[in-house]
């Protein structure tokens, strides 16, 4: 880019983040509203789309933005201190964005077709099988948890290749939600706004071109990397995942703190009469609070930083880098959650009342963290195994 293009490029991107810091002010008072519903509130939808949040990871020949890596998980970082359910929701779209990338050109293209603001939620985790025939792929399954459904226009999802009755390798597909037959059992705790739903599909026909391997996602041989060879598109999905879905935990521990630091500066004990303000472990355990958010700042910021130089730079991203990526996003995401827990705790027990934004934060945060993306143990034996120079096993896609 020359000097002028370098500019607007910086320009554009810095007028999206501050659109979404708008949007986030606004999230927490609808958050109880989307919960009751199931689903994001439409006012939420409508100013996401028209903040052009949802043209980020869209290629430019087809009206994309193509901002630079690090903005995607600064987006999702801005809503989840607003709302945690908005910002998975959204966040988790502004992935699969990336991903219709990665799809055959003449898919792309009716993706996007009505425009770049397109929202295609989807299931990572086979939930049925596609069987060849002419011209494509029949789907039969189930599928689990695919968050943003009620918004969807299209539906990610994979499958297992069927061939005499066994199951090979796994397919990437995209179909038009109205191909689908959704199933609301999106029953929980936390995190009902973000409207999951399930997916069930009957000999439901999916033309060759709407298909890729799974694999390619993660090797570099996607067939949209042909017309789309940006550095968002050869950043390895699940580098790109990770930064981004620790980043809306870390916001939504963010938005409590903020929330809980305003409360503690007027309470006062029911026990005793004194004013938390004047009590030096209360200060000490809210500093203590603020400084590890700090730290799982600086280095979600770093991680994602480094994710993003390589992708301008067409450096490959190592095998070990990724496995240190997924464990250090997970550590942010824990120390998130304990974060909330601990000023939660320390806030008293009106934080807990039914009608408190500060026990919605609780209870989502820390749903959120039980997701297999933020398995610690799990990614941290990964990482050592990078470490010690041991092989990772086949499984792990990293």
């Not at 490029?9 to 949007?23: D, G």
């Not at 890596?69 to 201190?81: A, F, K, T």
């Not at 945690?84 to 992935?95: N, P």
């Not at 500093?287 to 991680?303: D, H, K, P, Q, Y």
Request: charged share 20%.
């Amino acid at each position: 880019m020359n000097d002028t293009t370098t500019a607007r490029h910086f320009a554009t991107q810095h007028e999206i983040l501050e659109r979404t810091l708008e949007i986030s002010k606004r999230l927490t008072a609808r958050g109880a509203a989307a919960e009751k519903a199931g689903q994001l509130d439409p006012d939420t939808v409508a100013e996401v789309v028209s903040a052009g949040l949802m043209t980020v990871g869209v290629p430019h020949r087809l009206g994309g933005v193509e901002v630079d890596y690090e903005v995607i998980p600064q987006i999702s970082r801005y809503l989840g201190r607003g709302c945690l359910a908005s910002a998975w929701t959204i966040g988790i779209l502004l992935q699969h964005n990336m991903q219709m990338g990665l799809f055959p050109q003449r898919a792309q293209e009716e993706f996007w077709a009505d425009g770049p603001s397109c929202f295609a939620p989807g299931f990572i985790i086979p939930g049925g099988t596609a069987r060849r025939v002419e011209g494509g792929w029949t789907l039969t399954g189930h599928w689990r948890f695919g968050s943003g459904y009620p918004q969807g226009h299209w539906i990610l999802l994979s499958a297992h290749e069927e061939t005499d009755g066994k199951k090979g390798r796994v397919l990437r597909f995209a179909l038009p939600a109205a191909d689908t037959a959704p199933q609301n059992n999106w029953n929980v705790s936390g995190l009902a706004g973000t409207g999951t739903w399930d997916c069930l599909l009957e000999d439901v026909f999916v033309p060759e071109h709407r298909s890729m391997p799974a694999a390619s996602m993660l090797d570099g041989s996607a067939p949209g990397l042909q017309v789309n060879p940006g550095p968002l598109w050869r950043i390895p999905m699940l580098s790109f995942y990770y930064p981004n879905m620790s980043a809306m935990v870390l916001g939504a521990a963010e938005g409590l703190a903020a929330m809980v630091l305003e409360k503690m500066k007027a309470r006062v004990l029911a026990y005793g009469g004194a004013s938390a303000s004047d009590l030096p472990y209360m200060r000490a355990n809210v500093a203590r609070a603020f400084v590890t958010l700090n730290a799982a700042g600086a280095l979600l910021e770093s991680e994602s930083r480094r994710i993003g130089d390589a992708s301008r730079e067409g450096r490959a991203f190592t095998v070990e880098e990724r496995a240190a990526v997924r464990a250090n996003c997970t550590w942010v995401v824990k120390q998130s959650r304990a974060v909330i827990n601990d000023l939660c705790d320390q806030s008293g027990t009106s934080s807990f009342f039914v009608q408190s934004d500060l026990q919605r934060f609780h209870r989502e945060v820390n749903v959120m963290s039980s997701h297999s993306f933020y398995d610690a143990d799990r990614m941290l034996d990964v990482y050592g195994r990078g470490l010690f120079g041991l092989d990772i096993p086949a499984g792990e896609l990293i």
